[in-house]
């Protein structure tokens, strides 16, 4: 039979990019939480993948994609999941929304920092870039700093919520009920991360975990709670990088990247707390027949997240993509020693026109 942790692989794994608390944790060796210790080989590539997502936005308001996951491992083949990406717009989190928790959290940082002076309400591309670049350096980018802390006060938001729901042979055969909720609170100016939710429902598990972003500070602190108990289960703060994706905005950076074939990129993915380098490779491009929208002209793509880089197992998780500005994801497959898991897209909504 299947193990557990595999079952739920199967359900998320196949388009988030990966969602670790469902797998084995990552080798140390790929972690970068320390800007200091990052090379400046590797920031400057974070700053361009970062420079393509302030400059091309693939999506809009609106866009829904919704994926149907079929798990092949021999004897057994079926329907195991649906993913539902969603593209809302918001405007930023106000005081009211605020958890009581939440609230006293704010009001003890508020008198922890300092004012800023001469802050100003434009900014350039290479500002932010020039801040990922120097990080590791002795001397503070001041000026980019101060930008940055102004454009947190922007009222408008992306809201990207994944919502991950089991069926078929999941449910009917293994009793596996999954109803997961994750949503990603990103600002629309420089596509800088605030907060990710985490709602797991999973048979009788119920849990909360959110990280909030401190950019300014570059801290990144988690807090995970029963909502059984009520009780905090686990908590950490780690220092990050200025700009990093997590497990859903990250999806969207990939998108709008230039897709070269035989070109790679990357990107820092933060996870409960811990940075990951994640690295993607443009592999060709492929005619892709699908049973719901006809034949598209398609790129494919190698995300490294398995074999250490990010999943300790060993496999690979290939995505297809549209061949033009937009780059759909129209399937994903996951192949592993625990089987083969497809996910293809079944229905999308309010696409963004070319």
């Known amino acids: 039979m299947i193990r557990k942790n595999a079952i739920r692989l199967f359900l998320i794994l196949s388009l988030v990019i990966s ?18 210790i990052l090379p400046p080989a590797k920031a400057e590539k974070f700053a361009q993948t970062h420079g393509k997502i302030k400059s091309n936005t693939p999506f809009q308001t609106g866009e829904q994609l919704s994926y149907e996951l079929k798990l092949s491992l021999f004897p057994i083949y079926g329907t195991i999941g649906t993913l539902t990406f969603v593209v809302n717009e918001q405007e930023a989190i106000k005081d009211k929304d605020l958890t009581p928790r939440e609230k006293v959290e704010k009001v003890e940082k508020a008198t922890e920092e300092k004012p800023v002076e001469n802050r ?4 350039e591309n290479t500002q932010i870039t020039t801040q990922i670049i120097n990080q590791n350096t002795s001397e503070p980018v001041k000026q980019t700093e101060s930008v940055v802390l102004e454009k947190k006060q922007d009222n408008t ?6 919502e991950a729901k089991s069926k078929g042979i999941l449910t009917s055969i293994f009793r596996k009920n999954i109803n997961d909720v994750f949503t990603s609170y990103v600002n629309k100016n420089d596509f800088s991360i605030s907060k990710t939710v985490k709602n797991i429902e999973e048979g009788n598990k119920r849990r909360e975990m959110v990280t909030e972003f401190d950019q300014a500070k570059q801290k990144v602190k988690l807090i995970d709670t029963d909502l059984n108990t009520k009780k905090v289960v686990r908590s950490k703060e780690n220092p990050t990088l200025i700009w990093v994706t997590d497990i859903i905005n990250g999806w969207y950076v990939m998108r709008a990247q230039e897709l ?12 409960e707390g811990e ?5 993607v490779v443009v592999l060709g491009k492929e005619k892709l027949d699908t049973n719901d ?13 398995f074999n250490g880089k990010y999943i300790r197992r060993k496999g690979t998780l290939h995505l297809w993509v549209t061949d033009d500005e937009r780059h759909i994801p129209l399937r994903a497959q996951i192949k592993s020693g625990f089987g083969t898991v497809t996910a293809n897209l079944i229905e999308m909504k309010n ?4």
Not at 275 to 279: A, G, L, R, S, V
Not at 293 to 305: E, P, R, V
């Open 351 to 354: 696409v963004k026109n070319l």
């Open 275 to 279: 940075t990951y380098d994640i690295e």
């Open 19 to 36: 969602f670790s608390f469902i797998v084995v944790t990552a080798q140390n060796s790929n972690i970068i939480n320390d800007p200091k």
């Open 260 to 271: 070269t074939v035989g070109k790679s990129f990357s990107f820092p993915l933060n996870d």
């Open 157 to 162: 938001i992306w809201k990207f919520t994944v």
């Open 293 to 305: 929208f006809g034949k598209f002209s398609t790129i494919k793509l190698d995300m490294k997240i």
């Open 120 to 123: 100003t309400n434009t900014i």
